[in-house]
Protein backbone atom coordinates (compact mmCIF):
# COMPACT_ATOMS: atom_id res chain seq x y z
CA UNK A 1 0.00 0.00 0.00
CA UNK A 2 3.23 2.47 1.07
CA UNK A 3 4.40 2.07 -2.61
CA UNK A 4 0.89 2.58 -4.10
CA UNK A 5 0.87 6.19 -2.14
CA UNK A 6 4.13 6.80 -3.06
CA UNK A 7 3.74 6.20 -6.80
CA UNK A 8 0.64 8.34 -6.79
CA UNK A 9 1.89 11.30 -5.40
CA UNK A 10 2.29 13.99 -7.60
CA UNK A 11 6.02 14.80 -8.54
CA UNK A 12 6.34 18.31 -7.23
CA UNK A 13 5.27 16.85 -3.57
CA UNK A 14 8.56 15.48 -3.55
CA UNK A 15 10.26 18.88 -4.66
CA UNK A 16 8.49 20.54 -2.34
CA UNK A 17 9.50 17.95 0.50
CA UNK A 18 13.25 18.75 -0.26
CA UNK A 19 12.47 22.61 -0.67
CA UNK A 20 11.83 22.66 3.09
CA UNK A 21 13.78 20.33 4.68
CA UNK A 22 16.64 22.31 2.81
CA UNK A 23 15.22 25.32 4.29
CA UNK A 24 14.73 23.55 7.37
CA UNK A 25 18.25 22.04 7.95
CA UNK A 26 20.07 25.52 6.97
CA UNK A 27 18.43 26.49 9.85
CA UNK A 28 20.95 24.22 12.39
CA UNK A 29 23.40 26.63 11.49
CA UNK A 30 23.64 30.06 13.09
CA UNK A 31 22.80 32.14 10.10
CA UNK A 32 21.36 35.82 10.08
CA UNK A 33 17.85 37.18 9.18
CA UNK A 34 16.14 40.13 9.25
CA UNK A 35 12.78 40.98 10.26
CA UNK A 36 11.04 40.73 6.83
CA UNK A 37 12.54 36.56 6.41
CA UNK A 38 10.81 36.08 10.14
CA UNK A 39 8.02 37.59 9.59
CA UNK A 40 7.37 35.86 6.12
CA UNK A 41 8.57 32.32 7.19
CA UNK A 42 6.19 32.91 10.62
CA UNK A 43 2.92 33.83 7.96
CA UNK A 44 3.68 31.27 5.12
CA UNK A 45 3.93 28.57 7.08
CA UNK A 46 0.66 29.48 9.73
CA UNK A 47 -1.11 30.21 6.02
CA UNK A 48 -0.31 26.93 5.08
CA UNK A 49 -1.31 25.12 7.82
CA UNK A 50 -4.49 27.32 7.56
CA UNK A 51 -5.03 26.32 3.58
CA UNK A 52 -4.38 22.65 5.15
CA UNK A 53 -7.04 22.69 7.47
CA UNK A 54 -9.54 24.68 4.97
CA UNK A 55 -8.60 22.34 1.84
CA UNK A 56 -9.08 19.17 4.08
CA UNK A 57 -12.55 19.90 5.48
CA UNK A 58 -14.03 22.01 3.07
CA UNK A 59 -14.09 25.77 5.23
CA UNK A 60 -16.09 23.55 7.77
CA UNK A 61 -16.22 25.51 11.48
CA UNK A 62 -14.97 22.93 13.60
CA UNK A 63 -11.61 22.68 12.51
CA UNK A 64 -11.17 25.93 11.58
CA UNK A 65 -11.98 27.11 15.02
CA UNK A 66 -9.80 24.17 16.75
CA UNK A 67 -6.75 25.82 14.37
CA UNK A 68 -7.39 29.01 15.92
CA UNK A 69 -8.16 27.81 19.38
CA UNK A 70 -4.83 26.01 19.03
CA UNK A 71 -2.80 28.84 17.43
CA UNK A 72 -3.62 31.30 20.24
CA UNK A 73 -3.13 28.47 23.39
CA UNK A 74 0.18 27.57 22.01
CA UNK A 75 0.95 31.17 20.55
CA UNK A 76 0.16 32.94 24.18
CA UNK A 77 2.17 29.99 26.36
CA UNK A 78 5.16 30.14 24.10
CA UNK A 79 5.33 34.14 24.17
CA UNK A 80 5.91 33.68 28.16
CA UNK A 81 9.22 31.78 26.94
CA UNK A 82 12.41 33.57 26.64
CA UNK A 83 14.29 33.30 23.47
CA UNK A 84 16.81 30.95 23.20
CA UNK A 85 20.62 31.73 24.33
CA UNK A 86 22.53 33.54 21.71
CA UNK A 87 20.10 35.00 19.65
CA UNK A 88 20.44 38.43 19.20
CA UNK A 89 19.00 41.93 16.93
CA UNK A 90 21.28 44.57 15.41
CA UNK A 91 19.58 47.61 15.41
CA UNK A 92 22.35 49.41 13.03
CA UNK A 93 21.63 46.18 10.91
CA UNK A 94 18.06 45.34 11.76
CA UNK A 95 19.58 41.74 11.52
CA UNK A 96 19.08 39.07 14.03
CA UNK A 97 21.62 36.31 14.89
CA UNK A 98 19.96 33.02 15.71
CA UNK A 99 22.17 29.98 16.87
CA UNK A 100 21.14 26.82 15.31
CA UNK A 101 17.78 25.09 16.24
CA UNK A 102 15.87 21.89 14.80
CA UNK A 103 12.96 23.51 15.85
CA UNK A 104 11.97 24.94 12.41
CA UNK A 105 13.14 22.01 10.72
CA UNK A 106 10.26 19.42 12.74
CA UNK A 107 7.84 22.50 12.55
CA UNK A 108 8.51 22.36 8.78
CA UNK A 109 8.63 18.24 8.60
CA UNK A 110 5.41 18.26 10.54
CA UNK A 111 3.10 20.77 8.82
CA UNK A 112 4.46 18.66 5.52
CA UNK A 113 3.59 15.29 7.03
CA UNK A 114 0.72 16.39 8.31
CA UNK A 115 -0.58 17.52 5.33
CA UNK A 116 0.72 14.46 3.32
CA UNK A 117 -0.83 11.99 5.88
CA UNK A 118 -4.58 13.65 5.63
CA UNK A 119 -4.28 13.50 2.24
CA UNK A 120 -3.51 9.69 2.40
CA UNK A 121 -6.51 9.44 4.41
CA UNK A 122 -8.65 11.45 3.10
CA UNK A 123 -8.30 9.77 -0.43
CA UNK A 124 -8.12 6.45 1.06
CA UNK A 125 -11.22 6.90 3.22
CA UNK A 126 -13.59 10.02 2.27
CA UNK A 127 -16.07 9.73 4.98
CA UNK A 128 -13.12 11.47 7.42
CA UNK A 129 -13.65 15.04 5.79
CA UNK A 130 -17.18 14.94 7.24
CA UNK A 131 -16.12 12.99 11.07
CA UNK A 132 -15.78 16.13 13.30
CA UNK A 133 -13.03 14.38 15.67
CA UNK A 134 -10.78 13.91 12.70
CA UNK A 135 -11.83 17.20 11.77
CA UNK A 136 -10.56 18.79 15.26
CA UNK A 137 -7.09 16.92 15.78
CA UNK A 138 -6.30 17.51 12.34
CA UNK A 139 -6.73 21.66 12.81
CA UNK A 140 -5.64 21.72 16.14
CA UNK A 141 -2.51 20.14 14.95
CA UNK A 142 -1.86 22.57 11.96
CA UNK A 143 -3.17 25.45 14.77
CA UNK A 144 -0.47 24.35 17.02
CA UNK A 145 2.42 24.21 14.42
CA UNK A 146 1.40 28.21 13.24
CA UNK A 147 1.22 28.85 17.10
CA UNK A 148 4.67 27.57 17.38
CA UNK A 149 6.07 29.66 14.50
CA UNK A 150 3.70 32.83 14.76
CA UNK A 151 5.14 33.23 19.27
CA UNK A 152 8.86 32.77 17.40
CA UNK A 153 8.15 35.38 15.38
CA UNK A 154 6.68 37.88 17.60
CA UNK A 155 9.25 37.16 20.25
CA UNK A 156 12.41 38.21 17.83
CA UNK A 157 10.03 41.46 16.88
CA UNK A 158 9.67 42.11 21.00
CA UNK A 159 13.45 41.76 21.22
CA UNK A 160 13.80 44.07 18.17
CA UNK A 161 11.50 46.73 19.49
CA UNK A 162 13.30 46.43 22.30
CA UNK A 163 16.20 47.26 21.09
CA UNK A 164 15.40 50.07 19.16
CA UNK A 165 13.68 51.70 21.94
CA UNK A 166 17.05 51.37 23.82
CA UNK A 167 19.12 52.62 21.25
CA UNK A 168 16.81 55.75 21.24
CA UNK A 169 17.47 56.73 24.61
CA UNK A 170 19.65 59.25 24.86
CA UNK A 171 23.22 58.47 26.58
Known amino acids: ?80 RRLAPGVRYDAARARFTLPGSAVPLVLMMGIFLTKYAVGVALSVAPALSRDAAFAALVGGLYGAFSGVFGARALRLWRLALAEDRRQALPA
Open 1 to 80: MLLNILTHTPPWVFVLFAALLWLGMKQLLTHELSLLRVSALALGMSGWSLYGTASAFGGAAVPIGVWLAAAAVVLSVLLR
